[in-house]
């Protein structure tokens, strides 16, 4: 099992930034690619952005691409997204997410095996 813990989401104006984090415990050894999703209200979720747990490549969906950084800190068991020149659009519950597959990269929320609570980021002037 691996445990999966958000925070750092928070109320911000259009324009600015935050740095989301998923502490990872557990089998977090055995993950090999972690990622975020999110999910506005009447929307499904959507995929915003992974890292490969042993080599550290990236991939981002198109509308967050130069506006948020995944990082991974290994001796941490820690995955961060940083978020800036937020806009109203990127307000949603953002996941943090595992999956025991590596080797290529999947959108697919079926593809990550494990899944956090989720925190709460809301744009707004």
Do not use: C, H, I, L
């Given at each position: 099992q691996v445990q999966l813990v958000e925070s750092g989401g928070g109320l911000v104006q259009p324009g600015g930034s935050l740095r989301l984090a998923c502490a990872a415990s557990g089998r977090t050894f055995s993950a090999?690619?972690?990622g975020w999703f999110r999910q506005a209200p009447?929307?499904?979720r959507e995929f915003v952005a992974a890292v490969s747990w042993n080599f550290g490549g990236t991939n981002y969906v198109d509308s967050v691409k130069g506006r948020f950084t995944i990082t991974r800190d290994n001796a941490k068991n820690?995955?961060?997204l940083q978020m800036n020149s937020l806009k109203l659009e990127d307000t949603a519950v953002y996941y943090c997410v595992a999956s025991m597959t590596g080797g290529y990269w999947s959108?697919?929320?079926?593809?990550y095996?494990?899944?956090?609570?989720?925190t709460q980021?809301?744009?707004s002037s």
């Open positions: 090999k690619t972690m009447g929307n499904e820690t995955v961060y959108r697919s929320a079926g593809f095996d494990y899944w956090g609570q989720g980021v809301t744009v």
